[in-house]
């Protein structure tokens, strides 16, 4: 899709007020996929097409080929009235992010505590091999931060898949003697990831 159909649609969506999730929430697709559409990255299918023009009350006409008459009058100002509202959306983002990373900070300082707290009195009651396995309680600050940053971004390969196949391999070994078995867990490892992508390109499609 060239740059100036991406430019009209970031348009439309500002003037009737959408943000991308609203507006995919309407449409039925992801966010990142009309941000890739208003960057030019990937083009919506004919039915997205479609419901963004009934969306917009424009014809098909209007949202590929072209601006009104009113718009071909003032080019100049349509143009910058998108950069403006591009940038706008790329500070909203970026202000988004942080106040995220800055709950996502407080969150792994909450669950290291747990963690530390787990791993000390497990290790210390000395039950199910004490310290010696004890440790696998520490694995979840990686788990918990990697989990929050795939549901974050709606992509499950952020999440730290290996860190579980090492809780399972640890657990199977020394509690039931499965060291001969459990290191099977990474085996699927690359199943995982590779669903993963498969998903997040069915996304991309849309």
């Known amino acids: 899709m060239n740059i100036e159909i991406a430019d009209r649609l970031l348009n439309y969506r500002k003037s ?3 943000s991308q999730e609203e507006l995919a929430e309407k449409i039925g697709v992801s966010r990142q996929a009309v941000s890739k559409w208003e960057r030019a990255e990937a083009s919506p299918d004919t039915d997205n097409l479609i419901n963004l023009a009934k969306i917009y009350g424009v014809t ?3 949202l590929l080929k072209g601006e009104t008459e009113d718009d071909k009058a003032e080019p100049d100002k349509v143009t910058a009235h998108v950069k403006e509202n591009f940038q706008a959306d790329e500070i909203e983002n970026i202000t988004e ?9 407080v969150h792994i300082f909450l669950i290291g505590i747990l ?11 000395g039950q199910f091999c004490g310290f010696a396995l004890s440790w696998i309680c520490l694995l979840a600050i990686p788990v ?4 929050v940053e ?3 971004k709606h992509n499950a390969d952020c999440f730290a898949y290996p860190v579980i196949c090492v809780v399972f ?4 070994g020394f509690l039931f003697d499965g060291w001969s078995w459990g290191w099977t867990a990474y085996l699927t490892i690359p199943v995982y990831y590779g ?11 849309e």
Do not use: C, P
Not at 97 to 105: A, N, R
Not at 144 to 147: D, G, H, T, V
Not at 195 to 205: H, L, P, T
């Open 115 to 125: 963690a530390l707290m787990g791993t000390l009195f497990w290790g210390f009651s």
């Open 97 to 105: 992010d942080e106040k995220i990373t800055g709950k996502k900070v």
């Open 60 to 62: 098909l006409d209007e």
């Open 144 to 147: 918990y931060y990697s989990f």
């Open 16 to 18: 009737h007020g959408f």
């Open 150 to 152: 795939a549901v974050h």
């Open 195 to 205: 669903i993963v992508e498969m998903i997040n390109k069915s996304k991309e499609r």
């Open 169 to 172: 391999q640890m657990i199977t």
